[in-house]
């Protein structure tokens, strides 16, 4: 047998699947890493070289051969397809679906991997008149035989001009025989001047010089750094220098941020600093424009890629640095299909490059922490703000002593007209969106509930409508309780009653409103942010949107208006996501010359957790969750992962999770613990019950061991067949 060719073909199947070369193919002229067209059942279909084998599994007389080769080079260069393949087995995914993600829709649908150029000419019949006459009526076709016959060829532009609706006609003249289109590759804008102009800068603090040293001396060899920087510390200002020095080295930096939000103000500043392209890659992102990015990411034009969570994958001609701001945002993991983290793999590929990773954060996840604490990253303190700004100061405010209008005590209300009349804007944040999140029947106790989920749908007052913030269900507000005919009301508070309160409150005071209904359309969220910025916006309210790394100079009143959401959370992560919450939306207060303050309603003030951020701040609430999760045995101290079914009735979830149990029971051998099944804590959500199995290791190694050779049996189950189940290594959340 010729070499086989094993081949990642996008399909939801654990496995690669083998093919002989296309016909007339020398197998040693194909690299992993070139995409190919495949038979795939009745389909013609993308797929990707993983490897070449010497052999299969399968008879020769089984095997297809690959219809043709798409790449004279690979789109996947081998230290990503490596780590792409490693990712496939560490996260227990498809590999084709893995290396999918990694792919532009463009490259996936077959594209030109390499930009191209398209001219179009007439046919050598079309010349030599050996074709039928058009007919003279044709006017549009005979004036575009005319308009090629005086030239050798035209490209996109000249036609263009010519005409705006050349292109029918031209598809028609084709169509025919009279007309056919060459392509060529363009040729590749040479490398970024790595003498580039650089803007303006200011001058770094002594912290941050001993920073940026630190990473430059980390040159050429893999280190991972831990930039713990307080709110305002000019943590970005470390990433621009370090960068400097990649660029003047004629490589590249890997920028990853957690929000699509937070890309237009870095890209801002990073191209007021460099004099050269940069490419920018997230999901909003039109398909041509994201294929432009991964281009001249790949070609190396590009000195600096910017992106969100997929960027990680993004090709890097000469890599040089990763960086990883907001580390501990919780965007970084995917939840659903490939649920990676990216931040730990910009961890892994920087250490198969061999290059430095910074991770940059105010509020470090506890596993980034750990890693410190064990030697495996170095941190990088910038204790103190840059400008010489002062810290805010954090002040409880007790519910049960104070009252309230809509949600908002009296001492905080006198605060804000106390700030907006020192000329100060002051930021709300209350992360529920929607004017109220229950709409209640006084009368009979009647509270509106989603019929697809357990729970509750929130009332969205200036729709007049009724969502489900979990699975999109709407419905009109009712007139009156559907059980007794009385008049409903909404309760409790979501940032469009907030909205409405603040608008009463103080009158005639410019106000916005942040959240994802707020800044639908697109441009919406930077406009709001601009005007916010600028100044002529005195009151701002919002949902998380508002925490992550937005500088706001003349905020100088931050407002929580409800910090007893994570308190009490059934997930062992909810009181470090409420502790970096907090944190993070307090640092945007007193960011400038003036002070900052912040308060925090809440109706346990005496709460452990709050009080260690009041009086110890972020460092202080770390160490005691340090010590409380290693005591415990749970991440960072061990390792977990989660299988979880759903189907349209409560027992076939839980009858494979059994079952599943016992495969996984025989083969533990007592180094895997097995928790549950169990009902998820909301049970039914979008019109299926689900349930979870939870599997927990001390180490890495017995529970990855056991994945490989339980997950196969698992596949084989007949009770699979009757549920949708999913396998989430290294979980953020137990939903």
């Not at 013609?44 to 399968?58: D, F, I, K, P």
């Not at 991997?113 to 007919?135: I, K, V």
């Not at 970024?192 to 912290?207: E, H, K, L, Q, V």
Request: proline fraction near 8%; charge should be positive.
């Amino acid at each position: 047998m010729s070499a086989v060719l094993a081949i990642a073909v996008d399909a939801p199947l654990r496995r690669l699947f083998d093919y002989r070369p296309p016909l007339h193919t020398d197998p040693a002229t194909l690299q992993p890493g070139v995409r190919l067209w495949v038979p795939f059942g009745r389909r013609r279909v993308v797929g990707v070289l993983a490897a070449l084998r010497a052999e299969s599994e399968l008879p020769e007389s089984r095997l297809k051969p690959a219809h043709a080769v798409i790449d004279a080079t690979p789109v996947l260069d081998p230290a990503l397809l490596d780590l792409l393949l490693w990712s496939a087995d560490y996260y227990r995914h498809p590999p084709g679906e893995v290396i999918a993600a990694a792919l532009p829709a463009a490259l996936r649908s077959g594209a030109a991997a390499n930009a191209t150029t398209e001219r179009w000419t007439l046919t050598a019949a079309a010349r030599t008149g050996t074709l039928p006459p058009l007919s003279s009526r044709a006017t549009r076709l005979n004036e575009l035989v005319d308009f090629l016959r005086e030239r050798d060829a035209a490209d996109e532009a000249e036609l263009l001009a010519r005409s705006p609706r050349w292109r029918d006609p031209m598809r028609e003249l084709e169509k025919r025989g009279w007309a056919t289109r060459l392509r060529a590759e363009t040729a590749r804008t040479p490398a970024f001047d790595r003498d580039a102009r650089i803007g303006p800068r200011p001058d770094p603090t002594p912290d941050q010089e001993r920073a940026i040293a630190a990473i430059a001396a980390a040159s050429g060899r893999h280190a991972s750094f831990l930039l713990h920087g307080v709110t305002g510390s000019g943590k970005t200002e470390v990433y621009l220098r370090a960068i400097e020095d990649v660029v003047r080295r004629g490589e590249q930096a890997l920028v990853l941020v957690p929000e699509i939000s937070l890309t237009p103000q870095l890209v801002a500043r990073f191209e007021a600093r460099f004099d050269a392209p940069l490419a920018v890659m997230h999901s909003s992102l039109p398909d041509t424009e994201r294929l432009q990015a991964w281009r001249s990411a790949r070609d190396g034009t590009a000195p600096v890629v910017i992106g969100t969570r997929s960027a990680v994958f993004a090709p890097l001609a000469r890599a040089g640095l990763i960086v990883v701001d907001e580390e501990h945002d919780a965007s970084y993991k995917q939840q659903e299909g490939f649920r990676y983290s990216a931040r730990d793999l910009a961890l892994a590929r920087a250490q198969r490059l061999g290059i430095p990773v910074v991770l940059g954060s105010a509020t470090p996840s506890l596993e980034s922490l750990e890693r410190v604490g064990s030697g495996r990253s170095t941190r990088l303190g910038l204790p103190v703000r840059a400008a010489g700004a002062r810290p805010p100061t954090l002040r409880l405010v007790d519910l049960r002593r104070h009252a309230g209008t809509h949600g908002i005590a009296t001492p905080v209300v006198l605060a804000i007209g106390r700030h907006l009349e020192q000329g100060g804007q002051v930021l709300l944040y209350l992360n529920r969106r929607g004017y109220a999140p229950s709409l209640f029947c006084p009368s009979c106790g009647w509270v509106a509930p989603c019929p697809r989920c357990d729970a509750r749908l929130t009332v969205h007052q200036r729709e007049h409508r009724l969502h489900c913030h979990h699975c999109g269900t709407e419905q009109r507000v009712p007139e009156t309780c559907p059980d007794c005919g009385q008049p409903a009301k909404p309760v409790g508070q979501g940032t469009e009653r907030i909205e409405e309160t603040l608008a009463q409150l103080f009158p005639g005071v410019p106000l916005a409103r942040i959240d994802r209904d707020a800044v639908r359309r697109r441009g919406a969220l930077e406009s709001a942010l601009d005007r916010v910025t600028r100044g002529e916006v005195r009151l701002l309210v919002g949902t998380q949107m508002l925490t992550k790394g937005h500088h706001f100079p003349d905020v100088t009143l931050v407002v929580v208006l409800n910090a007893d959401q994570g308190l009490f959370g059934t997930d062992f992560r909810a009181s470090e996501r409420l502790a970096q919450t907090i944190v993070q939306v307090a640092g945007r207060a007193g960011r400038a010359e003036r002070p900052g303050e912040v308060l925090i309603q809440t109706e346990y003030p005496e709460h452990p957790l709050l009080a260690q951020l009041v009086e110890g701040g972020y460092d202080a609430y770390a160490e005691a969750a340090l010590a409380e999760r290693r005591q415990a045995e749970w991440p960072p101290f061990a390792r977990i992962a989660v299988l979880r079914a759903e189907a349209a009735r409560r027992e076939p979830p839980m009858a494979f999770l059994d079952r599943a149990r016992e495969l996984a029971a025989a083969q533990a051998g007592g180094e895997v613990e097995l928790l549950g099944p169990a009902a998820a804590p909301m049970e039914r959500r979008a019109g299926h019950y689900r349930a979870q199995l939870l599997l927990h290791a001390r180490s890495h190694g017995p529970l990855q061991r056991l994945l490989s050779r339980w997950l196969p049996e698992v596949e084989a189950m007949p009770e699979a067949r009757r549920v949708r189940w999913s396998i989430d290594v290294d979980p953020l959340e137990l939903f």
